[in-house]
Every structure is written in structure tokens, then in C-alpha cells.
T-cell receptor
Framework: KQEVTQIPAALSVPEGENLVLNCSFT??????LQWFRQDPGKGLTSLLL?????REQTSGRLNASLDKSSGRSTLYIAASQPGDSATYLC?????????FGAGTRLTVKP | EAEVAQSPRYKITEKSQAVAFWCDPI?????LYWYRQILGQGPELLVQ????????DSQLPKDRFSAERLKGVDSTLKIQPAELGDSAMYLC?????????????FGPGTRLTVT
């Protein structure tokens, strides 16, 4: 059974810092990995989708990398802003099943 | 931009009562998913539909939960009777086709509180 772990569970940084969120998974035979953002009490917003054949994806200040062999993905956020404060979830897809991590709760202080 | 619609956004009910949630996926999306998210955890899949057919309901507590998508468009998730442990966020998502190549798009969720 696929298990997805996100470290750290919570992170607080001053505005302007570059930061990295980590996601690890136990079964490397994945089809894709997706990073989501979730604001308190709200649904999930898809940020980036990385197919298994890809190594990274970029969108604006966000860059996600994927290393299937080591079962890891990172989400890099450049020049963080208070508006980036949210919970970030990663999810991996294999065997017709999507498994989520518990998320990293990010706070960016002005 | 097309979005997944869900209603109600919030629901408070007493235990042993029945409750229902509605989801309207993005137009043209054949695959619809219902997830349950307990506070502080990631979402867990309850049921997946491909058009009007159930593809996966292995995690759905069938003694009290039911889901339907009669015309292959919108969907309803029902709980009867509700229990205290059902308090959670219920999220609906849709994708163009089921499978690995297609992103899932999520609705705003229904926050259920059982008292």
C-alpha cells in the first residue's frame, strides 16, 4: 500500500525567503505526482502535475521536481509572499488510486 | 474558468440523521470522485465514477454511505445514519478521463459537523 509522507508538517518563514517542501512515497511505480494548495476550510487547488516520465515542472515562482527512484518530490517556492500561506499537499497516482500526504502548513510572515 | 460545484458548503446535523451532498463536475468530465478529508489529514477516496458506473468504492462504508451518478453528470453522496466520526470535509473532484494523465479538479467541499 502506497504511503505518502510530507515533511515538515508546519513551516513558518519571513516574507521573501525561498523554501522547499518535501514529499516522499514508498512505492516508486507511480504514474504521476500532483501538488495542491488548500486554504483553510476550502477545497484543493492544483498547482503542478508531474508525469512519471518528467523530472520537473515549473509555474511562476513554483518548481516541483520528481525523483521516482528515490521516492521523493520537492516543491520549491521562490521569494515567498504572505499570500502563499496555506497547506500544501502532494498526491501520488498509481494502480488507479491517488494517495495524499497529510500536507505541510506554510505561514509566510510579512 | 469552469469549476466543480458542490452544495451545501456547510452542514450541521445530529447523529442518526440523514444527510446528502451534491456535486456538479466540470462539463465534459467523465470521471467523478468523492473524497473525505478529516482535519489535519489528506483526502481519502470514497468512491470513483466513470460516467454513471462505479469504478472503485472499496473505501466507501456501504452500511451507511451511498453514492449515485444516475445520468453520468452530477452526483449525490448520502450518509444515513450520520455518526459523530463522520464529521469531516467532503470533497468532490472531476477529471476529463480516469487515469494517470489527467489532472483532478476539486470543488470547494462540504464541511460536515455531526453533533
Amino acid at each position: 500500500k502506497q504511503e505518502v509522507t510530507q515533511i515538515p508538517a508546519a513551516l513558518s518563514v519571513p516574507e521573501g525567503e525561498n523554501l522547499v517542501l518535501n514529499c516522499s512515497f514508498t512505492d516508486s511505480a507511480i504514474y504521476n505526482l500532483q501538488w495542491f494548495r488548500q486554504d483553510p476550510g476550502k477545497g484543493l487547488t492544483s498547482l503542478l502535475l508531474i508525469q512519471s516520465s518528467q523530472r520537473e515542472q515549473t509555474s511562476g515562482r513554483l518548481n516541483a521536481s520528481l525523483d521516482k527512484s528515490s521516492g521523493r518530490s520537492t516543491l520549491y517556492i521562490a521569494a515567498s509572499q504572505p499570500g502563499d500561506s496555506a497547506t500544501y499537499l502532494c498526491a501520488v497516482y498509481n494502480n488507479n488510486d491517488m494517495r495524499f500526504g497529510a500536507g505541510t502548513r506554510l505561514t509566510v510572515k510579512p | 474558468e469552469a469549476e466543480v460545484a458542490q452544495s451545501p458548503r456547510y452542514k450541521i446535523t445530529e447523529k442518526s440523521q440523514a444527510v446528502a451532498f451534491w456535486c456538479d463536475p466540470i462539463s465534459g468530465h467523465a470521471t467523478l470522485y468523492w473524497y473525505r478529508q478529516i482535519l489535519g489529514q489528506g483526502p481519502e477516496l470514497l468512491v470513483q465514477f466513470q460516467d454513471e458506473s462505479v469504478v472503485d468504492d472499496s473505501q466507501l462504508p456501504k452500511d451507511r454511505f451511498s453514492a449515485e451518478r444516475l445520468k453520468g453528470v452530477d452526483s449525490t453522496l448520502k450518509i444515513q445514519p450520520a455518526e459523530l466520526g463522520d464529521s469531516a470535509m467532503y470533497l468532490c473532484a472531476s477529471s476529463l478521463v480516469g487515469g494517470s494523465s489527467y489532472e483532478q479538479y476539486f470543488g470547494p467541499g462540504t464541511r460536515l459537523t455531526v453533533t
